[in-house]
Each structure stands twice: as C-alpha cells, then as structure tokens.
C-alpha cells in the first residue's frame, strides 16, 4: 500500500514539474523558426469574444462595411465561402512571421501561418476557386501545396496551413569593362520556396520558437496579439559586411522583445519587455541613465500641443560599446582628420532630449485675400516645433560647433552659433550656445520659448506617466485631427471627423534597465471611456473602409470620363 502511495505521489510530482517546465508556445510555433527576426501572433477567438461582449458580431461588421458599396454579390459570397466552407479554424491564433534566407543574404522571406480545421474542405474549397494562370495542387511526403505566383506559395498538412512570399530583389551592379549598370536576370525561384517550405514543414522543434524560452513565457499572459522580436536574424545581415567587428555577434545576439495587446475598457495597451544578452546587459547596467527631464517642455509656447518625445540616457553609453567591440581606436583614428575624438563627440551632450509639436493643421485661405484661383485653392501647413538637445561638457560642446561652423552649415557670432544659409534654406532655425542645441520651426517660436514665460498646456495625466521614465512619448489624436477636419472636401473627412470622436490620445514610455531587462508600455485612450477599445476600434475601421471604397469607386468613374473604354489600353496606361 505505501509503495502505491509512493508511486502515486512520485508521478504527481513529475506531472507538476513536467507541466511546469513545460513551453506555453503553440503547438504550430515548431514551424516558425528560431531565427525569426518577429513573429506577430493573433487570437481571432479572444477577438470575436470582445466583440461579441460588446454587442457586435462579424456578420454586423461586414454588414457596415458593404454599405454604399459597389461590391458584386458574388464577391461578398466568396468571402462568406471563406469564412464559413474553406476548412480553416478561424478559432486558432494566426502567426505572421519573417526571416532571412541563410544562403541567400538578399532574400527576405514573409509568411502567414494558420490553423485547417477540416484538411479535405480544404482542399475542396481550393479546387472550387478559380483564377488566371491557375496551377494544380501538388503533394510532398510532409505537405501538399499549391504556387499562387512567381514569388508565393500556399501549403497545408491536416492541421496548419503556410502562406509564403519570397522576396529576393534583383539588385542592378555597375559594369566597369563597358561602363554601364546591369540588371541582372530574374532568377526561377521556385526551388529555393518549395526548399523553404518543406523546411518548416520538417524542422525539430531545437530548429524552431517553441524552443525558446522567452517566446513561450509570452503566451502565459492573457491577450488578443503578441509581438516576438529576435536579434537572431540581424546576425545574418551583418554576417554580409565587409567590415566584420569583434565581439559584433556576441553583443547582437540572443536579444528578444515580447509584446503583448489587450483592448480593455476605454483603451488598447500594448506592453512589452526586452531580454538582454550577458554582454548588452553589463554595458546597459554600467551606463544606467536617468529619467526624463520635463522641465524642458514645460514653458513651450502654446495652449495647442500635439505631440511630445523626450529621452534621457547616459552618452558615455557609445563609449562603453565602443570599448567591448573593440573598435575605440579605429573610431578614434577616423575621426582624427576631423579633430574631435570619440570621447569629445558623445560628451558634447548630457543626454537629454525633448521635441515637442503644436498647432498643427491646414489654413484655408480667405478669399477676400486672393488675387486668383491658384491662391484660392492652395492650403498651407501650419505648426510649430521646438527641437531642445542640453549640452554636456561646454569645451566638448564648443569643439564641436566650432568644426560644424567650418563646414559652412552653421555661422559663430560671438558665444553663439546660428544656422547659416545651408541650414536656412532647408527651412532650419537654430540657435547654439553653452546650453545647448535649440532647433525651431521660426524665429518668434524660439524666442517665445527662451524668454520662459509661457506655460504650456499639458495634459496633466500625461506628465504624470512621464516621471521616472527613460523615454516618453505623447500625441493628442483628437487636438490633431481638429486642425486637418476643417476642409469638409477631403477625401477621408467623415474618416478624420470619426477619429477624432474616437481616440483621445497616445502614450508611450519605457523605463531604465533592470533586472537584465527593458519594459516598456503603449496606450491608446479612447474617447469613450466605458465602451470595449476593440469594439470602438472596430467601428472607425469600418468607417475608413467605406470611405475608401467610396473615394476608389469615385476616382474609377472619372477615369471612365477622361479616357473611355473605347481608348487604346497603352495611352490609358500613360
């Protein structure tokens, strides 16, 4: 009896270890590489019950969607065939994921991957469609696929189904003999897809994301979408440089960012982490920077702010990278023959920076003004900006903009320096002293700003979420949209007008490094504060896309005005 007891506990315990250890990454992730530079992953389930909570199904949104829409009956059937007759589990997350091809460096590999319910519905459903070029369906041992072009491919077992587009761009070179460039040929493809395919459709799970760790701890929090970005897929980029830097893929190498989406009430917040390398993690913990300085945004002059980015990081930071690639010396030596070393370069900043962006928006002009049709149809975008970088070491500082000022981009008058006609013909005000950078849109907006008088108006929620934060950035979507809603002629204005009705504003930050980590946060505030974001989302999107059909359907007829069908097709196509 005690050795059944025994027994018993010995296999509950190794079932509780055995499923705590266990990966939480969907079973499908054994087809998505583990070189995926990202995998964004959605939940249609999660989906369709937030929407269905608020009281709205996807048979409604089609419904909304298809209103003042010239869309043929049997097209909208093609899509309720999709939805309903092709076989596909609409219950199962969709994964949309890139990688680059290892022996090929120029190509760039794009794929959608989904749940198949029924295989031989399918497989019926495929059959049933017809297009121009159509090929057959063809069977390998481990899948059967069907090429949709030169460059995609679809392919399917019981369970999952592949979209792939190969992009390999042909890329022109220079012939010196005959001093002229090369296109070259086309190369056939089809080899290298069905190659790849059949790697995903065989590969061990060691070869795939359900083996890395921080992917599936991703899955354990609860939400509608994830992000997945790896470093991995970076090295294959850099493995093609000329230059190759010690220590390069050691500092670039196991980095990965997990996000996840959840529509909530009122609001759509994205939060993310990003996992450092032993390496990355020891520079970013010796050079901790501090927290965003918002003293800088504070005495901006205007009631009407848009948009706000500020950062705050220590720039001895390049110095430390420099130091761990082993590189210091050669970036020193390159910059001799400009008289600055690298030393004096990054710690001619602190390492604040603030951008800020007001009054955006279109003026109409009166027509009481205007002497004739071109000024009364021509429309000037308005704002302002403010651009404010602090220095760090003043004699660093100063070094510096005097070798600017030797290039001609920027004049010294006295312990100033000013933007010269380079920089003025690009539209650039800029005025330096031993403060600091300060770029503006105009004159009287710099002035504004430095006499400290102002005081701007932000939301104070916002200036809330930015203390203690490393980066921050803030934009008011309704204020926006209120500057670009007044010409009622626009192409998208019940779109922009509906906008601005529905999202508030955005925030966004992310924090110091802790913990061998980065966190950072993204949310966007509706105005309708009770009310699911998905289901408000939603509503606006159907919005945009009956604007869209309606703006296409109306471009269409006045092409059938211009240039008849009677027309030769090559002068209507120039």
Aim: hydrophobic content about 40%; overall charge neutral; charged content about 20%.
């Amino acid at each position: 009896m005690k050795r059944s007891i025994h027994a018993l506990l010995l296999i509950a315990t190794s079932s509780i270890f055995f499923v705590a250890c266990s990966s939480n990454a969907p079973k499908e992730s054994q087809m998505i590489p583990k070189d995926a530079m990202f995998v964004v992953s959605l939940d249609p389930n999660t989906l369709k019950e937030k929407l269905q909570n608020g009281g709205i199904s996807i048979d409604t949104i089609l419904m909304k969607a298809y209103q003042k829409d010239s869309t043929k009956p049997e097209d909208q059937q093609k899509i309720a065939d999709l939805r309903n007759t092709s076989g596909i589990n609409w219950e199962s997350k969709i994964h949309f994921f890139n990688y680059a091809q290892k022996e090929d460096k120029t190509a760039n590999i794009m794929n959608v991957l989904f749940g198949i319910k029924d295989s031989a519905a399918f497989n019926q459903y495929l059959t049933k469609l017809d297009w121009a070029d159509k090929k057959t369906i063809s069977k390998e041992k481990d899948f059967q696929y069907l090429p949709l072009g030169d460059n995609n491919i679809l392919a399917w077992n019981d369970e999952q189904g592949l979209i792939m587009f190969y992009e390999d761009k042909v890329k022109p070179y220079y012939d010196t003999v005959n001093m002229r460039f090369v296109i070259p040929e086309k190369k056939n493809q089809s080899k290298a897809i069905l190659s790849e395919i059949t790697r995903l459709f065989s590969q061990k799970e060691s070869a795939s994301m359900a083996s890395v760790k921080a992917f599936g701890k991703m899955f354990k929090t609860k939400a509608e979408g994830y992000l997945f970005a790896s470093s991995g897929g970076t090295l294959a980029t850099l493995s093609g440089m000329p230059l190759q830097l010690p220590k390069l893929e050691e500092l670039v190498s196991n980095n990965y960012t997990s996000a996840t989406l959840a529509f909530e009430e009122g609001k759509i917040i994205a939060k993310s982490v990003t996992f450092t390398n032993p390496l990355l993690s020891s520079i970013l913990k010796k050079y901790a920077g501090p927290t965003v300085n918002t003293d800088l945004i504070k005495s901006f002059p205007s009631q009407n702010i848009n948009a706000i980015v500020m950062a705050s990081f220590n720039p001895a930071i390049f110095g430390g990278v420099l130091k761990e690639l082993e590189v210091e010396g050669i970036v020193n030596e390159f910059l001799k023959k400009s008289g600055v070393s690298a030393t004096e370069l990054y710690g001619a900043i602190k390492g604040d920076i603030a951008v800020v962006v007001s009054d955006l928006g279109i003026s109409m002009p009166e027509p009481q003004s205007k002497n004739d049709e071109l000024s009364l149809v021509l429309k000037k975008p308005l704002g302002k900006l403010i651009i404010n970088v602090p220095a760090g070491n003043p004699a660093n500082f100063r070094k510096l903009m005097d070798k600017i000022a030797e290039q001609g981009f920027i004049s010294k008058k006295g312990t100033e320096y000013k933007s010269a006609d380079l920089f003025g013909q690009m539209g650039i005000y800029m005025v330096a002293n031993d403060q600091g950078i300060i770029i503006a849109s105009d004159s009287i907006t710099y002035t504004q700003y430095k006499m400290n008088t102002a005081k701007a108006t932000i939301n104070n929620e916002a200036l809330q979420y930015f203390k203690g934060k490393s980066t921050v950035m803030y934009f008011d979507v309704a204020n926006t949209l209120n500057g670009f809603t007044k010409d009622p002629s626009a192409g998208y204005y019940n779109s922009l007008f509906t906008a601005k009705s529905t999202i508030k504003d955005i925030m966004g930050s992310s924090e110091n490094f802790s913990d061998n980590s980065i966190s950072s946060v993204l949310e966007i505030n509706m105005v309708n504060k009770e009310q699911n974001s998905l289901v408000t989302l939603v509503s606006l999107l159907t919005n945009i896309a009956v604007d869209t059909r309606a703006i296409a359907k109306r471009e269409k007829e006045l092409e059938e005005k211009l240039l008849p069908a009677s027309i030769p097709t090559v002068i209507r196509a120039n």
